[in-house]
């Protein structure tokens, strides 16, 4: 093995495989990272070490066997506390959830990790059931952006982000139910996905709002998103939300065939024109459109319609179904919760039964409405959020309700949508954008960001303070140089 | 704050005043969002069904 960690999943998995690492060196590297940065970083909850090196000495005996079950075999992976694993307690932040939830059961997307020989490496930090602030005076881990500490990471997916931008981890699982994958995979630097509703199961899954709520992957690269996505997706007879729809090959699919039949749409009205959208953030989104119309896409102006009333909707949804959820437990247990966490939850308590059916009625208006949009187009791209991370103190989850918003209304409409790193702003925190495709759409996201990220190397960044001891610029030129496509230092 | 007092209360939820005075701030913003989607004549339009699988209007 080379003295460096790889970035990625598929460098990973081709160095398993060549020879030139084992999944117990790389396991073992991996966690003495964790041991060293994460104090600092706080994307951990609960490392299973030695599980995480019995995992890793099996698949590298299987490998000695000649058994090869998926490129996840041998990869150190994190799930987010969101998400019920065996081998360790599910706490979603909380200080109200059941002891014990989940049952020490794996949920099926986690199962179907293990089951191609992924080792998983532990719990990362969520924010209070998903929907709280990150809390100092709880007693769980305060997580921190790796590009500057004094910026938020977002959320509530904020630790599988943050391990994956420091090399804590080769990718793992998030939850998106309004932007939890996307957000910080924004923030963070890296390429996360908000899968078609349905796609992943979710069962086995703290729930937040049970219409909205998926599992998707996150990692550096939108083709390590896609290897896992091949492990995690399809039906599961136990799970009621879980789609009856054939899964794709992700991974083959994003590398095949490049965007030059394709059309973006990337829409001005809502998105682009919105007074609030960030100057620096909107450069960085038409520099990676324009990436993508240098590669052979073709762009178009669209418009999406109901894009605010949409994301109301969504709000609206996801507040009414989460203070379902736990209205008994605020009754009772107030105090028990994280302030931001209560708050934001009591205000499900200003709409009305009639609000909540008015939310279903134009999530349906705006579902037909795009079913118009994606006949003149392929995918459309956005911005992921208005702004950079924000600074700590001035994080307000409230304020998100009243601003445009660019996660909520696809999770609205169920549609699957991808985060992926475009560039720096003037203070070196990571802009991004973000692809919507389809129902089921996921192969075109994929291929999409793919396309990009064979063009530019911003998704192979590393925060200068967690730089020692990952391959960094070295595996981005190795990487680059085998790509297809003319590299384009610095460009997005 | 009445109305926001009410609805809260209404849940059976017990906050202090500063809570209350808090989360009441932004309740004309919400109910806005609220009313302006009921605005929206939708009386005999079908509610999305996100459990239903494809083709029978559950799916984009």
């Known amino acids: ?492 | 704050m009445r109305a926001a007092d009410h609805a809260l209360r209404a849940a059976g939820l017990r906050l202090t005043d500063d809570e209350t005075s808090r989360l009441a701030a932004g309740y004309g913003a919400l109910r806005a969002k609220a009313d302006a989607l009921a605005a929206l004549d939708l009386r005999e339009a079908p509610p999305i069904n996100p459990a239903a699988p494809p083709g029978e209007g559950g799916w984009p």
């Not at chain 1, 073992?28 to 909850?45: E, F, M, N, P, T």
């Not at chain 1, 199962?111 to 998903?130: D, I, M, P, Q």
């Not at chain 1, 994080?395 to 909520?408: E, V």
């Open chain 1, 1 to 492: 093995m080379t003295a460096l960690l790889p970035l990625t999943i598929e460098d990973a998995a081709a160095a398993l495989r060549d020879g030139a690492v084992t999944s117990t060196v790389l396991t073992r590297a991996v966690l003495d990272r964790i041991a060293r940065l994460d104090g600092d970083l706080g994307a951990y909850v609960t490392v299973c070490e030695d599980a995480a090196l019995a995992a890793a000495a099996e698949a590298d005996a299987e490998f000695a066997r000649g058994r090869d079950r998926s490129p996840l075999q041998g990869i150190p992976l994190v799930v987010k506390d969101l998400v019920a694993t065996r081998d360790a307690p599910t706490r979603a932040n909380s200080q109200v959830l059941e002891p014990g939830w989940g049952g020490g059961v794996d949920a099926p997307a986690v199962a179907r990790l293990r089951a191609v020989g992924g080792v998983l490496l532990g719990k990362s930090t969520t924010n209070e059931f998903a929907c709280g602030l990150p809390d100092r005076t709880a007693p769980f881990p305060f997580p921190r952006n790796p590009w500057n500490p004094g910026h938020t990471p977002m959320g509530s997916s904020s630790g599988t982000a943050i391990a994956t931008s420091a090399g804590l981890t080769l990718g793992g699982l998030g939850t998106d139910t309004g932007g939890s994958v996307r957000g910080p995979a924004g923030a963070n630097g890296v390429t996360g996905l908000k899968v078609t509703f349905g796609r992943v199961p979710k069962s086995g899954v703290v729930p937040l709002a049970f219409t909205l709520d998926t599992v998707g992957p996150m990692a550096r690269s939108a083709y390590d998103c896609a290897l896992i996505l091949d492990v995690i997706a399809g039906h599961d007879p136990g799970d009621p939300y879980s789609a009856p729809v054939p899964v794709d090959r992700y991974a083959d699919a994003a590398r095949g065939g490049g965007v030059e039949a394709l059309r973006i749409g990337v829409p001005t009205r809502y998105f682009l024109d919105s007074p609030l959208l960030d100057g620096e953030v909107h450069a960085g989104v038409l520099r990676a459109a324009h990436e993508l119309e240098r590669a052979g896409a073709t762009l178009v102006d669209v418009v999406v319609p109901y894009a605010q009333e949409a994301n109301d909707a969504n709000n609206i949804t996801y507040l009414s179904e989460a203070f379902a959820y736990h209205r008994t437990n605020l009754v009772e247990r107030w105090g028990e919760y994280g302030r931001s966490t209560r708050e934001l939850l009591a205000r499900a308590a200003f709409f009305t039964g009639a609000d909540y059916v008015q939310a279903q009625r134009v999530r349906e208006l705006f579902r037909r409405a795009l079913a118009d949009v994606f006949a003149s187009v392929d995918v459309l791209l956005t911005p992921v959020s208005l702004m950079p991370p924000a600074p700590v103190a001035s994080a307000d989850l409230a304020a998100a309700l009243f601003r445009p918003g660019f996660h909520g209304l696809w999770n609205a409409a169920g549609l699957p949508a991808l985060a992926a790193p475009c560039g720096f702003n003037s203070a070196g925190l990571p802009l991004s954008f973000q692809v919507v495709g389809p129902a089921f759409g996921e192969s075109t996201v994929l291929r999409v960001a793919d396309t990009y990220q064979r063009l530019t190397d911003w998704h192979l960044r590393v925060p200068p303070a967690v730089r020692d001891g990952l391959a960094c610029r070295e595996l981005t030129h190795q990487r680059v140089a085998r790509s297809s496509h003319t590299p384009r230092e610095g460009a997005g």
